[in-house]
């Protein structure tokens, strides 16, 4: 960690990716999407601003910009949020992208105001030991690896979503899997926002089933075969889902997901 200045010596912007981990660890399920996002594939699109004390980490904020709309995520203590987000104000976008567990919730808009719908989520987490369909034997052999040259059919089924997280080079990772409707086009699609083998962590998201497919049971499938391929490779898997959605809660639930913390998360822009 490098210290900023004499005046600002408990605000700090972080390299230490060491000093990252064992702070992120503590809680794994709630700060999965950080844990993935420290892994080196992701290392040029971070940014780590921490508040500190004499046990080291006490608020983190990651500032993620490798996707088309840039993301600012809270860790921690509430009483250091205001302070590092008034320090690092000229390094933040105006208009970002906010995830930020409820009790830190106020002290982000000190600074910043939503732009948007801000909405409740919870996040959800299951281990490769309670996965309850990695042995159930049921093949999904219309689930398929989506490929870049599937970008168009994918983008047309998330104009339904304007929110989604989703950008065309996600398909590189080969961890985007979907379902074809009947003209050829994208019915389900399941994929990631992150994985580490390093952290042995993954955040899956961009889960969305087109309207006029609904009800047949695409998006359990997809899921399926995106998370056997995921706990090949990591232990952790974890998720967010709108608080009050309760039949996508019980269908992860059904997978082994349990519930963990409770956010908030939305477009907002700093005040003034």
């Known amino acids: 960690m490098t210290l900023s200045n004499a005046v600002t010596m408990q605000l700090q912007h972080v390299t230490d990716i060491q000093?990252?981990?064992q702070y992120l660890r503590h809680y794994p399920v709630e700060n999965a999407f950080e844990l993935g996002y420290l892994d080196p594939?992701?290392?040029?699109?971070?940014?780590?601003?921490?508040r500190t004390d004499e046990n080291g980490i006490r608020t983190l904020a990651l500032l993620y910009t490798g996707l088309s709309r840039p993301a600012l995520f809270f860790v921690g203590h509430p009483d250091g949020v205001a302070p590092l987000l008034r320090h690092y104000q000229d390094q933040l976008p105006e208009r970002v992208f906010v995830r930020s567990p409820r009790g830190l919730f106020d002290a982000v808009k000190t600074s910043y105001e939503p732009a948007g719908e801000i909405r409740q989520m919870e996040r959800m987490g299951l281990n490769r030991s309670t996965f309850l369909a990695r042995d159930n034997g049921a093949a999904y052999d219309e689930v398929e690896v989506l490929t870049h040259k599937d970008t168009g059919a994918i983008m047309q089924t998330y104009a339904a979503w304007p929110d989604h997280f989703f950008d065309?080079?996600?398909?590189?990772?080969?961890?985007?899997?979907?379902?074809r409707g009947d003209n050829n086009d994208v019915a389900s699609i399941a994929g990631i926002h992150n994985l580490s083998e390093r952290y042995d962590v993954a955040a899956i998201g961009n889960l969305v089933t087109?309207?006029?497919?609904?009800?047949?049971?695409?998006?359990?499938?997809?899921t399926v075969v995106l998370l056997r391929h995921l706990f090949e490779r990591v232990g952790l898997v974890a998720l967010d889902v709108q608080s009050?959605?309760?039949?996508?809660?019980?269908?992860?639930?059904r997978f082994g997901f349990q519930p963990h913390a409770e956010f908030f998360e939305g477009e907002m822009q700093l005040k003034g």
């Not at 065309?168 to 379902?179: D, T, V």
């Not at 009050?244 to 639930?253: C, D, F, L, M, S």
């Open 19 to 21: 000093s990252l981990e």
């Open 168 to 179: 065309p080079y996600q398909l590189s990772s080969g961890l985007y899997f979907g379902i």
């Open 244 to 253: 009050g959605n309760v039949a996508a809660i019980r269908t992860y639930q």
């Open 210 to 222: 087109h309207p006029d497919y609904r009800g047949r049971g695409y998006a359990h499938r997809c």
């Open 41 to 50: 594939a992701y290392a040029e699109a971070c940014q780590w601003f921490a």
